[in-house]
């Protein structure tokens, strides 16, 4: 069962290939990135808990929908 939304799948190819070519490089980007966003007052905890609590969501919802969907063609007895 794949349980990745077709929406993040698009996004991801979207955005090119994953890992990184220069891994110093990246790391101090990454880096600066992060300061920036403290320096701009956004809380990466807070953005990781909603993006969580998000993500089981939509999950639970998807797998309530495929559970409703075998449910269906099941024949009552």
């Not at 966003?37 to 998807?62: N, P, Y």
Request: hydrophobic fraction near 45%.
């Amino acid at each position: 069962m794949n349980t990745l939304p077709p929406a993040t799948l698009d996004a991801f190819r979207d955005h090119g290939p994953a890992g990184a070519r220069e891994p110093h490089r990246e790391r101090r980007r990454r880096e600066e990135v992060v300061r920036t966003l403290i320096a701009e007052g956004i809380s990466l905890h807070e953005i990781t808990d909603r993006l969580l609590a998000d993500g089981v969501r939509l999950f639970a919802e998807a797998y309530d929908k495929l559970l409703a969907a075998i449910a269906a063609r099941i024949p009552a007895p």
